[in-house]
Structures are given as structure tokens and as C-alpha cells.
Nanobody, 120 residues
Framework: QVQLVESGGGLVQAGGSLRLSCAASGRTSSRYAMGWFRQAPGKEREFVAAISWSGDSTYYADSAKGRFTISRDNAKNTLYLQMNSLEPEDTAVYYC?????????????WGQGTQVTVSS
């Protein structure tokens, strides 16, 4: 089991940037894919971005393409999400997740989430 702790959320004005981090601990010796999901008030959780163990493969939701960048530092067991040109619609709790592969991220380990609020 991998334990995940997100950080880096906060309040930012529209057009601003934030960098989220997700620190992994526990069974980090295994290779695993990681990803970011988000959940806005009154809405279902949705996929944001994912990255393979090696970092060679990345995937983004249409809403994140061109604005968000997912990356990871395996030496530090840390996942990142650089978010630029933020919009009020990006306001949500952001969760990181890990799993054996990208296809099963929705069923893997989850962090507690970090709040991102974008003001207009």
C-alpha cells in the first residue's frame, strides 16, 4: 500500500499559477503510475492528468491540456502538477492517486486532497 499526501493548494486569482505536490510513502519500491483527479462542489470526481512510472507517457483531460503539466521525481517519490492560467472552473479539491498502471488509477491509493480555489 502506498500512502499519499498532497500539498500546494490555496487561493489564487484567475490567470495565476499553482504547483501541487504529492508525496508518496510506504511501498514505493514498486513501480506505479500516478495521477491527479479533482472534485468540485456538487460534481463528480473527474480525471485531470496521469503519468507512467518512467514519466515517458502523460495523459491530460481536455480541460487541462495546454495549461497543466504533470511530472514526477521518483528519487523523491513525489508527483507534481503545475497549473497555469487558472480559471474559476478549476476550483476543486485535487487528489493524487497511484496504481499499478494508468488504467486502474481510479481504483488505487488516494491522498486526502488539497483545496484549490480560483477567484475571478
Amino acid at each position: 500500500q502506498v500512502q499519499l499526501v498532497e500539498s500546494g493548494g490555496g487561493l489564487v486569482q484567475a490567470g495565476g499559477s499553482l504547483r501541487l505536490s504529492c508525496a508518496a510513502s510506504g511501498r514505493t519500491s514498486s513501480r506505479y503510475a500516478m495521477g491527479w483527479f479533482r472534485q468540485a462542489p456538487g460534481k463528480e470526481r473527474e480525471f485531470v492528468a496521469a503519468i507512467s512510472w518512467s514519466g515517458d507517457s502523460t495523459y491530460y483531460a481536455d480541460s487541462a491540456k495546454g495549461r497543466f503539466t504533470i511530472s514526477r521525481d521518483n528519487a523523491k517519490n513525489t508527483l507534481y502538477l503545475q497549473m497555469n492560467s487558472l480559471e474559476p472552473e478549476d476550483t476543486a479539491v485535487y487528489y493524487c492517486t497511484s496504481a499499478a498502471n494508468i488504467a486502474t488509477l481510479n481504483f488505487g491509493s488516494w491522498g486526502q486532497g488539497t483545496q484549490v480555489t480560483v477567484s475571478s
